[in-house]
Nanobody
């Protein structure tokens, strides 16, 4: 069983920055591909960024150039540096790990077996 725990959320004004962290316990295999998702009230969960074991990353268009995902493999820790935050970034942010055997390393929620409880990010205008 893999446990996933996010931290680092909070409230900031537009233009500000936050850094989210996600620690995943368990085997290195379960953390070879990790991702960030977010869900705003009344909206579906969407992928924000994903990173594979080689460090290759993909972002949703809405955050490109503003967010940076990184991973410390030795610590099984995933990060999301969020700069130039906008009110539309307000959401609960979730970390995902444990890529299913049939899934590609991509921003598809169904491809991940383990999820954290989420950390709230609120951006005010």
């Amino acid at each position: 069983q893999v446990q996933v725990a996010e931290s680092g959320g909070g409230s900031v004004q537009a233009g500000g920055s936050l850094r989210l962290s996600c620690v995943a316990s368990g085997s290195t295999y379960s953390t070879r591909c990790m991702a960030w998702f977010r869900q705003a009230p009344g909206k579906e969960r969407e992928g924000v960024a994903v990173i594979d074991s080689a460090g290759s990353s993909t972002y949703v268009d809405a955050v490109k150039g503003r967010f940076t995902v990184s991973k410390d493999n030795a610590k099984n820790t995933l990060y999301l540096q969020m700069n130039s935050l906008k009110p539309e970034d307000t959401a609960m942010y979730y970390c995902a790990a444990g890529l299913r055997s049939w899934a590609a390393c991509a921003m598809r929620a169904t491809g991940f077996a383990y999820w954290g409880q989420g950390t709230q990010v609120t951006v005010s205008s």
